[in-house]
């Protein structure tokens, strides 16, 4: 069964926010902050770099759309598809932080793929859903 | 040490996810997307306990996983959270009462493996 084209969407984004969030993130935690200590100032100087700041706001767009497609979807359904972002995080790695990918990482990649085509076949939600009255 | 820090992860995921799950479904679905009603739909969220709650358990895992990464390699860390996928699917039907068919079982398995096989 093709998912509705709203669950669609919805996956894409918490997908893509979170493959971007991470690489923001780790990026700006590589470049931008030297040894972080656990200070409060030395941890608002880290918070406030750039990239830093970029991984958290989409981080935080992340948590929002994963919890408003858990309003409809299952828990089930969400959480195999969106693993999508293990995939691409890889494929990040490898492009950009020159990280090698070793058979067993294309063997867990086209598992991880396998699953996800599996799991979409399933319905997105097998629970009654109640209607939100707005 | 590092165990420990694997069970502190996994169960501060299954928590939080389970919370999140349960507290967005007594919410509804959310199909109206209009700026003002986003905004109205932020300040419900905020107000829900399970949803501050979650949030509370995902910043135990993240900050746990940190530490993990701190003393352990990213190829022991990452499996780790292959585990919590396992674990929260048998969570979602027996608690959350999800129909988990052979299908989504098999994708869920597959889903876990292929995780821990990309931390090699």
Redesign the interface.
């Known amino acids: 069964m093709r998912p509705d084209r709203k669950t669609r969407v919805f996956t894409l984004i918490v997908i893509l926010t979170q493959v971007l969030g991470n690489f923001a993130l780790s990026w700006g935690m590589k470049h931008e902050v030297e040894g972080l200590s656990f200070s409060p100032l030395a941890f608002l100087h880290a918070i406030l770099a750039p990239y830093v700041l970029l991984g958290i706001a989409l981080l935080i767009v992340w948590l929002l759309t994963r919890m408003t497609l858990l309003s409809w979807a299952d828990l089930s359904y969400v959480l195999p598809v969106t693993s999508l972002g293990y995939v691409l995080n890889t494929a990040i790695g490898k492009y950009f932080f020159d990280e090698k990918i070793t058979p067993a990482r294309w063997v867990g990649t086209v598992l991880i793929v396998a699953g996800i085509a599996l799991v979409g076949t399933t319905s997105a939600r097998t629970t009654p859903v109640r209607v939100r009255e707005s | 040490m590092q165990w420990l820090l694997v069970a502190v992860i996994v169960f501060s995921t299954v928590v939080g996810?389970?919370l999140?799950?349960i507290e967005?479904?007594?919410?509804?679905?959310?199909?109206?997307f209009r700026p003002g009603?986003i905004g109205?739909?932020?300040a419900e969220?905020a107000r829900r306990r399970f949803?501050i709650a979650a949030?509370f358990f995902?910043a135990i895992s993240f900050f746990a996983f940190m530490k993990l990464l701190s003393v352990a390699d990213l190829s022991f860390a990452?499996p780790a959270s292959a585990a919590s996928?396992v674990v929260?699917?048998v969570l979602?039907?027996l608690l959350?009462?999800?129909?988990?068919?052979l299908?989504?079982w098999?994708?869920?398995?597959?889903?876990?493996?292929?995780?821990?096989?990309?931390?090699?």
């Open positions: 996810d389970l999140q799950t967005m479904k007594r919410i509804g679905e959310v199909h109206d009603r109205a739909l932020l969220l949803l949030v995902m990452v996928v929260e699917t979602a039907k959350l009462k999800e129909r988990v068919d299908r989504r098999a994708g869920a398995g597959l889903v876990a493996c292929g995780v821990a096989l990309l931390a090699l």
